[in-house]
């Protein structure tokens, strides 16, 4: 495969992945790559809402999955993030397996730069199938225990099962708030999840409504600077960790 393929995961829902998935696709697309995001949480989607695709799409993953469409007819550009393709989870049921994602991803990634893969969250069956064929894989925590607790849950299961290495992205950082939790600072994080951290995103209102109105997310907040610096590590440059 050409293509470098991410997955996307957490232990626990809630912690901003799907919004962190739309952003870093959102970034790379930006800097003129060739970017695909697949959604695969049947039944909860947000992804659609989030890239400003919803009631653009047709056709969903599971229909290519099972064979009712070809890709391409499932693929659908995000309005408000030029180059970010886009193939929306089913609005209910579906089933995604690891047999036929391998397939589709080993087809599609020869004409893409990334192909970034959604997950539900926890270890279920969409999780499984993109641990199957990813070589890296983001996981979007927030620095609270229960989130944290998760999350080593799920790196242990990829040391483990799989060839996708874990990496700390750790989401709605308020050091004002955070410096009197129960998680004491970063590093706490890091050693609980036992994950290199390669992102840290701010707590943001304008990131939450940007994503809940499928409004483009302002150029000049921190959280789409933190994001770019994420998109540039995924691109192998050195560049500093944002925390404001």
Same mark, same amino acid.
């Given at each position: ?23 870093? $696709? #959102?970034?790379? %697309? ?24 919803? $009631? ?36 209910? $049921?579906?089933?995604?397996? #690891? ?7 080993? %087809? ?11 997950? %539900?969250a926890g270890m279920g069956a969409p999780f499984v199938a993109a641990a199957a064929v990813s070589r890296l894989a983001l996981l979007v925590l927030t620095p609270d225990p229960v989130a944290l607790r998760d999350g080593r849950i ?71 600077? %933190? ?18």
């Amino acid at each position: 495969m050409n293509g470098k393929v991410i997955m996307i995961a957490s232990g626990k829902g809630g912690t901003g992945k799907s919004t962190a998935a739309v952003y870093i $696709g #959102a970034q790379l %697309a930006a800097m003129g790559r060739q970017v695909l995001l697949v959604e695969l949480d049947a039944g909860l989607r947000s992804v659609d809402i989030i890239s400003g695709v919803y $009631g653009r799409t047709v056709y969903d993953v599971e229909d290519i999955l099972s064979g009712r469409c070809i890709p391409e007819k499932a693929v659908v550009e995000s309005p408000l993030y030029p180059g970010l393709q886009v193939i929306s989870a089913p609005y209910s $049921g579906g089933d995604v397996s #690891a047999a036929p994602l391998v397939k589709l991803v080993e %087809a599609l990634s020869k004409h893409l730069d990334y192909i970034l893969l959604d997950t %539900a969250a926890g270890m279920g069956a969409p999780f499984v199938a993109a641990a199957a064929v990813s070589r890296l894989a983001l996981l979007v925590l927030t620095p609270d225990p229960v989130a944290l607790r998760d999350g080593r849950i799920v790196a242990d299961w990829l040391y483990t099962h799989s060839k996708a290495v874990p990496r700390l992205v750790i989401n709605r950082v308020d050091p004002a708030r955070q410096y009197r939790s129960a998680v004491p600072d970063l590093d706490e994080c890091i050693d609980t999840v036992a994950a290199q951290l390669i992102a840290v995103i701010p707590e943001s209102s304008e990131l939450q409504h940007a994503a809940s109105t499928s409004t483009p997310l302002p150029r000049s907040s921190t959280a789409w600077q %933190a994001f770019h610096n994420l998109a540039c590590r995924l691109e192998g440059q050195s560049v500093p960790l944002l925390l404001r």
